[in-house]
């Protein structure tokens, strides 16, 4: 149906504790600015259907050589995909219980951080 780009770097939910109302752990400070450029950009997130793509800035410490060879190539280690998904939705509603399906997830490496949502018809 359609596909819709976010320049958004990607940001897992992190594990938080009653103290983090006051503390300004770096952990929950990213997960809350995330959760601010989300709002920010009205990032459109429907209860079924969409495929997920979270795309991870590659180091820049690493070579051309191998940011060439990585380009697009899944991502294999933290953060989890689950914790990305679960910031992104908490992020996009205030309760996401009605979030019944998704047709796809996945999480490769990119020259810059984004979230890709397509829009796929589903049914019931």
Known sequence: MGQIVYPITPNPKPRMTRSDKWKKRPAVMRYRAFCDEVRLRSVDLPP???SIHFVLPMPKSWSKKKRAAMLGEPHQQKPDIDNLLKALADACHQDDAH???????KKTWGESGQIIIELVKTRR
């Open 99 to 105: 979030i019944w399906h998704y047709s796809g997830l």
């Open 48 to 50: 079924a259907g969409a």
